[in-house]
């Protein structure tokens, strides 16, 4: 038996040049957590997860405070069990679950390297190997760009690193002036590259259809992610989906497989974009992709795409993996000191053990948030 000795991690946080406004969020640092779960046998788990800046000291506190206790001494290669063991810190009632939920997550994909280090594979492979690489789409069409800064961004995206797509920030101004915004981002790129629409839970379901009848044939959406507000729930979703003709895409902001349960049930999406850095790890992201296949959806993941290429690539219904442009998220493309160029739109999977990615030690010296 091989047992978990220690836990480590290393928080940092790097200012961004702009700041970066949605519909109804804003972004002025990119943050991330590296963990590292240190095994008997000398193998050391390595990896990074999520976005969260206010509350990384509190999913800091609850790794060494509450998980470490919980799963020092047991098995690395017992998975299951040492996610369970960590599920407590979830049942406090008078604090929000999605914080243990990513707390679970950091340590939950440091164990998974390690087993995949232990097994000689990576965990794409490990996990079901349906593909070795994934095609890749970028984020962007914040609000506050220029036509100058629009153009660009796509020409990142499409000219210099040949991504299939991109995924365009909607929801905060009227339908008509959204709808002009996305067909200029049509009119620079040209019809050979896809758009996703997300408006990060933006409109009312009225102004979602009216978002879609302004645009009408102008722009073919892969998907409409998130088009609703938070309180229309998964009739929200199931209503633009129907009303609307389109597929609809939701999920990041479900921290567990039980509310995603219910959004399949209710035939409220065509593509689940679960983030498992925020909702648990790869364990429970792949219990909601066994749900996903059971209901026909596809799969996304939401950002992270350190962690989301090995789970997409996994899978026979996996669909892109997302980036920022560099300005935006500096660590995915300073920190994996090894991330591959894309070949024909597509990200290669590492061949190394684990996540197989290698850090930047130095980008790390100078972005920590401990001092």
Request: charge should be negative; charged fraction near 25%.
């Amino acid at each position: 038996m091989t047992t978990i000795e220690a836990i480590e991690t290393i928080p940092l946080r790097v200012p961004l040049r702009h700041h970066y406004k949605g519909s109804y969020y804003s972004m002025r640092n990119r943050c991330t957590i590296i963990t590292r779960v240190r095994t008997s046998d000398g193998v050391v788990g390595e990896a990074y997860n999520a976005d969260t800046d206010e509350e990384q000291h509190e999913v800091l506190g609850i790794i060494h405070n509450e998980i470490a206790q919980r799963v020092v001494g047991l098995d690395v290669l017992q998975v299951e069990k040492v996610w369970q063991a960590m599920l407590p810190v979830t049942l406090d009632q008078l604090r929000d679950r999605a914080i243990p939920m990513q707390a679970i997550a950091c340590v939950d994909s440091a164990v998974w390297d390690a087993v995949g280090k232990y097994a000689g594979q990576p965990l794409w492979r490990l996990w079901g190997g349906y593909r070795d690489r994934i095609p890749m789409i970028g984020i962007g069409g914040y609000y506050g760009s220029s036509a100058a800064d629009l153009e660009k961004e796509l020409g990142f995206f499409k000219a210099e690193h040949g991504m299939v797509g991109m995924k365009f920030k909607i929801g905060a101004k009227p339908p008509a002036e959204d709808a002009q915004r996305l067909r200029q981002a049509r009119e620079i790129v040209g019809d050979d590259f896809l758009f996703v629409v997300d408006a990060n839970q933006g409109y009312t379901v009225n102004e979602a259809l009216e978002f879609l009848r302004l645009l009408g044939d102008d722009v073919r959406l892969r998907w409409f992610e998130e088009p609703t507000r938070w309180h229309a729930d998964w009739r929200g979703l199931r209503d633009v989906r129907q009303r609307g003709n389109v597929n609809v895409a939701a999920g990041q902001s479900e921290i567990s497989r039980v509310g995603m349960r219910e959004i399949f049930v209710n035939g409220a999406v065509d593509v689940c974009n679960y983030d498992a850095s925020w909702g648990g790890g790869p364990t429970e992201w792949r219990r909601v992709a066994a749900l996903a296949l059971a209901f026909e959806v596809e799969l996304g993941h939401h950002e992270e795409g350190q962690v989301a290429s090995h789970l997409l690539a996994s899978v026979p219904n996996g669909t892109f993996v997302e980036a920022f442009s560099p300005t935006r998220d500096p660590i995915f493309w300073t920190l994996l000191a090894n991330r591959p160029a894309l070949v024909d739109g597509e990200l290669p999977l590492p061949q190394a053990p684990g996540f197989g990615w290698e850090l930047d030690e130095d980008f790390i010296r100078r972005h920590r948030a401990d001092g």
